[in-house]
C-alpha cells in the first residue's frame, strides 16, 4: 500500500523547512555583510525580513500540528514529522540571532572601526556551512554527516575562543575601545550560539534516522 | 505567599495516581508460547511462535488480515482445537503449566483464561441471566446477586443497568452488550480475558469506552487483545506482537516489544511499513 497524499505533505513539509533554512542563512550572511560593510540599511533590512522567517515558522508548526491530528502518524514518520518540528524551531531562533547582529550592527553606526573584520566572517562561514550541511543530513537521512557537523561545533568554539582573547586584548590596551569590542563580542556570541542549533538539527536528524535521542556535543558554552 | 503549584498546573490526587500505579519493571509472564504451529487439518495457520504474555498487562496482537491473530489468541485457551480439523505443536505454558497436557480439564481452563468476541453475542436473556450464566456453568455457587453486580461495576455498566437488570439483554445497545459480555467473562474472576476484536462493531464511543474499561481491568487482569486498529492497539496496550504472514500463508512473529517502542521505533521494518500504512 501507498500513502500517496500523505507522502506529499512530507515532502511539501520538508522543503518548505529547506527554504525556511536558506531565508535564515540569508539572513546570516548578510547580517555579517552589514556588519563589515557598515551598512545599515542592510542591517534594518535583515530585521525587518525577520518577520518573515518567523511567520514561516509559525506556518510548518501549523503543517505539523495538522498531519498529526489528522494522519496519525507511527514510527518513522512521527519521527519525522516531531524532528522538523524541532528544525523549525531551530531555525526560526537562529534568524533571531541574526537579527540581533544586525542591530548590534546599528549599534555600532557611527562609531569608527575597531579592526577589519576577519575572523568574525570566517566564524559566520563556518557557522552557515553547518547549517547547510545540518539540513542536507536531513535530506539524505545521513548520520555520519549529521555527526560530523556535530563534531565541527568544536572548532567554532575554538575560534570563538580565539575572537574572545583577542578583543579583550582590544579592551586591556585601549579603554575607548571597550564599547566596540564588546559589541564584536556579542557577535561573535551570537554565532557560537547559530552553531550550537546547528548541531541541534544535526542531533535531531540522528534521531529521526536511528530512533535515539542523544546529546552528541556538548557545547562549551 | 504560596509559592508551591505555582504554574497552576492541576495537581495529581492520590486517586488519580493510584489509576495508574508504578509498575513492575519486570513484569512477570503468565502465559508462555513456545515454538507454537497451529493447524486447519493440512494447512499450518502459525508457526514457530514463542511469546511471553504479561500478567496484568495488555498484549495487543496486530498484523494484516489472515495473518493468524484470532487463531493464536483461541491457541490460548483451547478453542482452537473446536474448529474442524484444529490441532497445535509445540507448547503454551499457562503459569508454567502446558495447556494441551495430560489431564487439563478445557473448560476448566476457559474460566481462568476467558474470551470476549467480536460482535457483541449476549444471550437472549435478561442482563441480570446473562451475567449469572457464567457462573452456573461452572458450578460457582454463593451469592450470585452479589457476584452479578460486581462484575457489572467492574465491566463499567451497573450504572446504565442496574434499574433494569431483568429486562432482556439484546435491548441495550452495541456498546453496552460488548461491556455485558465483559461482564460475563468478568463473573467467574478469570486472570485472563482474551478478546478479539472487541470494538469493531462498536461507535467511537463505545470504543473508547471499552478501551478505558480494558485499561482499568489491567489492574487485576491479563489482557490479550486482537486489533485491526493500530491506534487502538497503541492507546490500550502495553505491549504489542506483529504478525505476518510467510509465502506458505503460515503467520509468525515478526516483532514483540513494549507499545511504546513498537510504534516510534519498531526494529523491523516490516512492522514500520505496517504501522505506518505503507504494507505491500
Ligand atoms: N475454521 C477454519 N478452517 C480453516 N482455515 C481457517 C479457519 N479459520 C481460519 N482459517 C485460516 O487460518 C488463517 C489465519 O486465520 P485467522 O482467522 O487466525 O486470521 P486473522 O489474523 O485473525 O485474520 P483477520 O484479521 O481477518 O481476522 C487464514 O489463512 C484462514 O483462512
Ligand atoms: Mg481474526
Redesign the pocket.
Known sequence: MVRTDFDRHLRMLQSDLLILGSMVEKAIAKSLDALKRRDAEGARQVIREDDFIDSKRYNLEEQCIELIATQQPMAGDLRSIITMLHIAVELERMGDYAEGIAKICLMMEGEPPLKPLIDLPRMSEMVTDMLRRSLDSLVHRDTVAALAVCNDDDDVDALYDQVYRELIFFMVQDTNSIQRATYLLWVAHDLERIADRATNIAERVIFMVTGKMTEINVSRY | MVTENFLNLPQTTTAEAAVEPARDATPESVIDVRELQAY??E?R??KDISLSLYSRRVSAII??????????V?CLNRMHEM????HVKGEVLYQGENIYGAGVDPVELRSRIGMVFQKPNPFPKSIFENVAFGLKVNGISGNTSERVERSLRRAALWDEVKDRLKQSALQLSGGQQQRLCIARALAVEPEVILM??PCSALDPMATLAVEELIRELSQEVTIII?T?NMQQAARVSHHTAF?M?DQD?A?YLVEYGPTSEVFTNPKSEHTEAYITGRFS
Open positions: 486447519y487439518g494447512n495457520a502459525l498484523g494484516p488480515s489472515g495473518c493468524g491473530k484470532s487463531t493464536l483461541r474448529s474442524s480439523g484444529g478479539d476484536e486482537v485491526h504478525l504472514m500463508k503467520g
